[in-house]
């Protein structure tokens, strides 16, 4: 019979698509270079110039069958020793092929450990601000999410709030920086501390709570005093959630990987349940083609100094402005502070004058704005003018 | 915690995968040219030349932002509009783009049909011989699957079986022709039995029961005086779910579509059911290069005399030998009795000969195996001997 959970989730769909699509429709209305949507975190640099030689070469030389044929559901076994090579040199943290299960993107990743670690009746705790979509996916496994909300203006870990929302329920903690929405990067001694604390709650519960570390933004970060510590060497019970949809700027060809870290204890078991969770979820392998891309393209990036440039463009103006902006390391968001308690009725003005944001209320942490920068710099600049008006607006 | 339901489906992978690694390992030890896989599905026909030809000119032509950007998560309306064109005028069933979600494969499409129209304590009727997965996929939607055997020895439905199998918890009925195990293709009348009673069911029960065609073999037919009925025409309550991978000879890269029938009722409401299912599941979009690759390739297909040559001389040869065979009118796999009442036994017999079949007891249809005969035809050839002398060891 018809599940209403899921008939639900279809038909509250993602909020930042449905304001994508609002401004498509915009732009067929009154013109693309009249709209500024800052909606969505669409790259908009094209894919490394790697990306493209690789598809060709190995479309032209490889024999047909091979390239499109069906692949182990884990992944390649080339593929999957390239990126544990990739790891082990890049965080000095050793992992062979067998932690590796190649993903259609983090995504897909984060429902197959959700769906392997949680049970009904399980807690798992998000950080807020958080992706709209990791209450789905916790739902979806039989658990209930937990928000703990970050602390302002540096957008870390409320601790206190933490602490009290740890219980023996609690089967798994998601992190995520640098962040979506929030472009913030945790600092290391806030990761320290989130690991401690959860090293002496599994003492005391006896059992594991996972660390979930989402990483589509991992390698997206502009200031060169800012780093990102890489989580299995911190705490052994984690898995990361890798993306190269970023990176390459090829988000809609799926592309990531789950890492199950070799110090977790049991993590054979605890892969093959993540193993199992894809599976039920109809999985059978990542593209063929992309996998075979993947060895060749590891180290490649499109060109981070055009969203650096951004930010510093829109930071610098929205502040100037009198916005209240959190530190933007990473990502290719900006979070800004509704001038007024309502985010959705900011929303509204700024849509007023073309300027499209998403309000914060589905990132768990209402009053506040995502503004999205990756688009083309002069397009920022032409927001400009709006941006100031309706700060002066507010009067601020 | 830790699902026990999740590590076991891990830890129990599919048999076919299991021999097939084996059928690997062994040809390393002897080499390939020695080892008569027969075991997975796994098309050895290349992409009809269209594939390369279209992928190659939309990466060097088009630009590569938009080549690789998110989609929406139903699918580029463009391929959409393309596939709905196509299904309305080859099966004279009008669709529009709105009851298509493009889709990673059928798999994937049938994981969200199964989570969008099971809940707890619903069963789903599967007709014996049946792909592994389905009962993966019924469980993980917290449903029961319920087997019904076919008719010997023309692979139709055991309609008292059938009968006495439906109840008030039947949610949904799968049919699969051409059969995968089997290659048996279901003849129009048992299809429109099964649709009556279907229908019958429906009044009585006061709700509805759907009726789920998984399609990937449906261009997959040897002889022209078999047809493959549309199953939308003969049943309102009916999902297809459509693969890409055999006719374009790219399973590795992962390209289907879920239709939902236009004439379901509240058929919008249901289509909204398996779009949240599939956010759930954490799918984004179809990888957007194989999306952009399909309206230019809907009406290519692989060489299919290759697969109807390889049938004939296999078909041929087994039945000579004094194997009964289903009649393998589709797909690409002959269906055979095994010459003990323990296939594992007659698999462990083929595989001291270097020939490497699947005993069906996963297919949920003991005392046969399955023999894929998507190799090299001169491999086929080079096998017969050896199943000439099974046959004779076991004084067939």
């Not at 001694?189 to 006896?206: D, F, H, N, W």
């Not at 049991?266 to 075979?292: K, N, P």
């Not at 650096?308 to 209240?324: H, P, Q, V």
Request: charged share 20%; glycine share 6%; net charge negative.
């Amino acid at each position: 019979m018809l599940s209403d959970t899921m008939r639900s989730f279809g038909k509250n769909a993602c909020i930042i698509r449905e304001i994508s699509a609002y401004g498509a429709a915009r732009s067929a209305q009154i013109g693309a270079e009249n709209v500024f949507d800052f909606s969505i975190g669409n790259p908009n640099l094209p894919a490394p110039p790697a990306v493209r030689e690789t598809l060709v070469r190995l479309l032209t030389e490889m024999d047909p069958v091979a390239l499109h044929a069906y692949t182990p559901a884990v992944g390649l076994p080339a593929v999957r020793q390239a990126v544990a090579g990739y790891i082990t040199e890049t965080y000095d943290f050793p992992v062979t092929m067998d932690s590796l299960y190649i993903t259609e993107g983090a995504s897909t990743a984060l429902a197959m450990v959700f769906h392997a670690v949680c049970q009904e009746g399980d807690e798992v705790i998000l950080f807020a601000p958080y992706f709209t979509e990791y209450p789905v996916f916790v739902r979806a496994a039989g658990a209930k999410s937990v928000d703990v909300p970050c602390t302002e203006p540096d957008f870390q870990i409320d601790f206190n709030a933490f602490q009290a929302a740890l219980s023996d329920k609690t089967a798994a903690v998601v992190v995520n920086s640098p962040n979506n929405p929030s472009g913030v990067v945790l600092e290391e001694a806030t990761l320290r501390r989130l690991c401690a604390i959860l090293q002496e709650k599994e003492r005391e519960v006896g059992h594991p709570i996972y660390l979930i570390s989402d990483e589509p933004y991992r390698d997206l970060v502009y200031d060169e005093d800012v780093t990102v510590p890489y989580l299995p060497a911190y705490y052994d019970d984690t898995f990361v959630c890798y993306s190269y949809s970023k990176n390459l700027s090829i988000p809609g060809e799926r592309l990531g990987y789950l890492l199950v870290s070799p110090r977790m204890r049991d993590w054979q078991e605890v892969f093959a349940a993540c193993a199992g969770a894809a599976r039920t979820m109809g999985y059978i392998c990542t593209s063929s083609l992309f996998q075979h891309l993947l060895p060749a393209c590891l180290t490649e990036r499109v060109d981070l100094t055009v969203y650096r440039t951004n930010r510093d463009l829109l930071y610098g103006a929205l502040t100037e402005y009198g916005f209240t902006v959190a530190k933007p390391s990473g990502a290719f968001y900006l979070f800004v502070k509704s001038p007024e308690p309502d985010a959705f009725a900011f929303y509204e003005k700024a849509k007023s004058r073309e300027i499209l944001l998403v309000p914060s209320d589905d990132f768990g942490y209402p009053g506040y704005v995502r503004v999205s920068y990756c688009v083309d710099t002069d397009k920022i600049r032409r927001a400009l003018p709006g941006f100031k008006a309706l700060a002066e607006s507010y009067g601020l």
